[in-house]
T-cell receptor, first 109, second 113 residues
Framework: AQRVTQPEKLLSVFKGAPVELKCNYS??????LFWYVQYSRQRLQLLLR??SRESIKGFTADLNKGETSFHLKKPFAQEEDSAMYYC???????????FGSGTQLTVLP | KAGVTQTPRYLIKTRGQQVTLSCSPI?????VSWYQQTPGQGLQFLFE???????NKGNFPGRFSGRQFSNSRSEMNVSTLELGDSALYLC????????????FGPGTRLTVL
């Protein structure tokens, strides 16, 4: 069965500091991975997906199949980045979206 | 374009009752998926409907069921409610399925007393 692990429930960084939100997965097949974000009082929304290889709002994430990780990174955190971040895995055969437990990021002024 | 809407937004029921939640997807989206969000279990996938057919299902008991209509609107039903069913129920729509961007609704907060 697939599993997504986000080891940090809470993460605080200062504005301008680099930030990395960790995501590890277990899945025997070829995964598709996503990061979703939920800002305060807003809906859950897609931030980025690994197949797009794009940078959204300064965030990037690289799929590392050897380490089974998909960490989310940003070189210089901004206060508006404060939100709940979820890593999610789409399994090929079962076509289920499995979410991690989420990391609450707080960017301090 | 209008986003995903869910009704009702809040619901209070008692144990043993049943409940029906509704989700209206973004116009043109044919896939609707449902999720349960709780503090203890996080976000868990319930099922996905595409063109009126259940295409994928998570690991929930048969008390949880759903359907999709020809206009892509979807309903989720929970029978014989248990206290543990108290949760935020989210639906998301997309053009064709999980490979496409999922757009989430605001959720329905269900409280079972």
């Amino acid at each position: 069965a697939q599993r997504v692990t986000q080891p940090e429930k809470l993460l605080s960084v200062f504005k301008g500091a680099p930030v990395e939100l960790k995501c590890n997965y277990s899945y025997s097949g070829s995964p598709e991975l996503f990061w979703y974000v939920q800002y305060s009082r807003q809906r859950l929304q897609l931030l980025l997906r690994h197949i797009s290889r794009e940078s959204i709002k300064g965030f990037t994430a690289d799929l590392n199949k050897g380490e089974t990780s998909f960490h989310l990174k940003k070189p210089f955190a901004q206060e508006e980045d404060s939100a709940m971040y979820y890593c999610a895995l789409l399994s090929g055969s079962a076509r289920q979206l499995t979410f991690g437990s989420g990391t609450q990021l707080t960017v301090l002024p | 374009k209008a986003g995903v809407t869910q009704t009702p937004r809040y619901l209070i029921k008692t144990r043993g009752q049943q409940v029906t939640l509704s989700c209206s997807p973004i116009s043109g989206h044919r896939s609707v998926s449902w999720y349960q969000q709780t503090p203890g279990q996080g976000l868990q996938f319930l099922f996905e409907y595409f063109s009126e057919t259940q295409r994928n299902k998570g690991n929930f008991p048969g008390r949880f069921s759903g359907r999709q209509f020809s206009n892509s609107r979807s309903e989720m039903n929970v029978s014989t409610l248990e206290l543990g069913d108290s949760a935020l129920y989210l639906c998301a729509s997309s053009l064709g399925g999980f490979g496409d961007e999922q757009f989430f609704g605001p959720g329905t907060r269900l409280t079972v007393l």
